[in-house]
């Protein structure tokens, strides 16, 4: 007899002879800033929880409350998944953003996903940031939208781009607000009067940037205070927020639209009522408590000073809290990425397909948890790293 999945070990063997396999470990506990591998007890710089809201007291108070009703919500929210806890955090989610309305979605993958399918198909062409999250890339191509790829933060090509596409019925352009994998941002200004020159729509991704950008900290269009009709808002509870969940927030219509064709949120479950109460905790903390941002902004200044001063390339652009320290092969960065752990710094080796070839790195997540405390131990660990 045969079997038929016999492929996959020669697959498997090819990755981790390029030191391209990914361990699937388990953490054995995840606290505020740290976490517990292999049985030690590390500081934490590879999570998304820039303001330490994870693991809240106030925070999982909120979703201890809600839990008390159930767990799951048992159904999508167009059956009867949308509770009063949906009801409030989209509610508090379109205050906060400054939009008429917001919609929830299962993750931010499947927001990005459903709206970009909801709003372009085959007659209509999308734009994309060479470095956008995967979830924009794939919502692109599952559109079957025609697909064109910019250079990084390269207006001067997307103009031309625009200017050359005058025959497609809709025009839409994507992009990450704060890049995941190089921390650096977008020019959404720029972005957005190209999007109204050329009478395009824009979508913008704020996972990483909601609660870090802006003096509200409501993400990077606010910070670079952009308010444009042709912009629509998506993000995640699961980052910053410290929950789970993606959002869409625009305008009434857009999410009309969406509650009726995003095919991600009609035919999946709604979220777990508790997270929504999380997460409408936690944007009410990032309303009263910006000093945690303000913590990160002056963390990151002083984290990519000091590594830099200690020989570590880092990007010119990085801005904010997400610092990748490059380090060109995925041999050498998974073994300093073990130094470190060996250091009690557990910080995330980002290899190929996650970045391009040549462009392995070490991505530092800071956190409001880790205090200053975690980032003396960061930057000790990586002065003693022999390279
Ligand atoms: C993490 C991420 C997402 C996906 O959000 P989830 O809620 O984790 O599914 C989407 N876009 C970007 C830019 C991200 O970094």
């Not at 390029?18 to 470990?25: A, F």
């Not at 995640?236 to 639209?257: F, H, N």
Request: net charge negative; with cysteine.
């Amino acid at each position: 007899m045969t079997n038929s999945f016999n492929w996959l070990d020669d697959e498997i063997a090819s990755l981790e002879s390029r030191s391209l396999v990914r361990e699937r470990r388990e953490v054995q506990s995840l606290t505020a800033g740290r976490c517990q591998v292999d049985g030690n007890e590390l500081w934490n710089f590879a999570s998304n929880d820039y303001l330490g809201f994870a693991n809240d007291p106030a925070v999982i108070a909120a979703a201890r409350d809600a839990l008390k009703e159930g767990v799951g919500a048992g159904a999508s929210a167009l059956v009867t998944g949308r509770t009063y806890w949906h009801a409030k955090v989209e509610q508090r989610l379109a205050e906060f953003k400054g939009t008429e309305s917001a919609i929830l979605f299962p993750t931010g993958f499947a927001a990005n996903i459903g709206t970009i399918v909801s709003l372009v198909g085959p007659e209509d062409i999308v734009f994309c940031d060479r470095l956008n999250h995967a979830s924009l890339v794939d919502g692109a191509r599952h559109s079957k939208a025609r697909f064109r790829v910019y250079p990084h933060c390269d207006m001067n090509a997307l103009k031309t781009e625009l200017e050359k596409s005058t025959d497609y019925r809709r025009r839409l352009i994507v992009t990450d607000s704060l890049f995941s994998m190089d921390g650096d941002v977008a020019p959404l200004a720029e972005l957005a009067s190209l999007s109204e020159q050329h009478d395009a729509m824009l979508l913008v991704d704020e996972a990483h940037a909601t609660g870090v950008f802006g003096d509200q900290g409501t993400g990077l269009l606010e910070a670079q205070n952009v308010k444009s009709q042709n912009v629509v808002a998506v993000g995640t509870l699961s980052k910053a927020i410290g929950a789970q969940g993606g959002y869409v927030a625009g305008s009434r219509s857009l999410c009309d639209w969406l509650w009726n064709t995003a095919r991600t949120n009609m035919f999946s479950t709604a979220l777990a009522p508790p997270m929504c109460a999380a997460a409408s905790e936690s944007l009410r903390l990032i309303e009263s408590e910006p000093h945690r941002r303000e913590w990160l902004h002056s963390a990151s200044q002083r984290v990519v000073e000091t590594l830099r001063s200690q020989g570590w390339e880092i990007p010119d652009k990085v801005d904010g809290p997400i610092i990748p320290v490059l380090t060109d092969t995925p041999e050498n960065t998974l073994n300093l990425s073990k130094k470190l752990q060996q250091q009690g710094i557990l910080v995330a080796a980002i290899r190929p397909p996650t970045v391009p070839q040549g462009k392995s790195r070490l991505r530092i997540s800071l956190s409001y948890a880790h205090r200053d405390e975690g980032v003396d131990a960061l930057v000790q660990a990586f002065a003693n790293l022999d390279r």
